[in-house]
């Protein structure tokens, strides 16, 4: 069965408690300082130390007697839980720290990237726009999240077509981008052709209409 959570028990050796004698064993017999502890999981992974004890056990019949926390952490100088049980919890909060300042630093590049793009337009450019905010790009439903290709630069005026679909999502968009779908002629409108002064297309991406630009 598939469980993400749960708790458990374990024991680990803390040191040695000295020998004493064992009522069970009726000899003296060595003695070992163990930590009994329960501990909450997800995914065995993100953990944390619920409740500990400490008992004197013996090594040859396992008979033990609990002893008072005070007491035995003087005698333990290194924690013998295994680390990922007593601070697993700490996993995601620093995966998060590592990932969400490389994450925001990539998007920066991107940021920078359609910029770039958009100072030296080459034929050839998709553009993930909203369609709707496009004049006579014939879709007036807004959102309609779909891709105008620069087909042509004529004097400081973009020569578009527009892709025959256009989605209510921009993450629908991204995907078919990516799978290359707009790079067939089929899936453009190529008999409409819009022409926007290349000046406008900064003003678009301010407006958030125009969200980002793909070159091969
Ligand atoms: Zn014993």
Known sequence: MLYIWGSGSDTAKAGSAGTRLC??????QPFDL???????????LISWVTKRSYSATCTRCGNGAEVPAIEAKQQIDKDPIPLLRRKGWLIPIVALAILLPLGAYSSQQHQQEIAAFLDAPVAGDLYSVDLAQVEDSGFERSPS?????????????????????????????????????FKDVANLDSDDEIEIPLKQLSTLREAGTLVDVTRE
């Open 23 to 28: 009522s069970i064993c009726g000899s003296v």
């Open 34 to 44: 163990l930590v009994n502890y329960r501990y909450f999981h997800f995914w065995h």
């Open 145 to 181: 999240w779909g891709v105008l290709k620069l087909v042509a630069v004529d004097n400081g005026v973009g020569v578009f077509v527009t892709s025959k679909y256009a989605y209510d999502r921009k993450s629908d968009l991204k995907r078919d981008l990516r799978k290359g779908k």
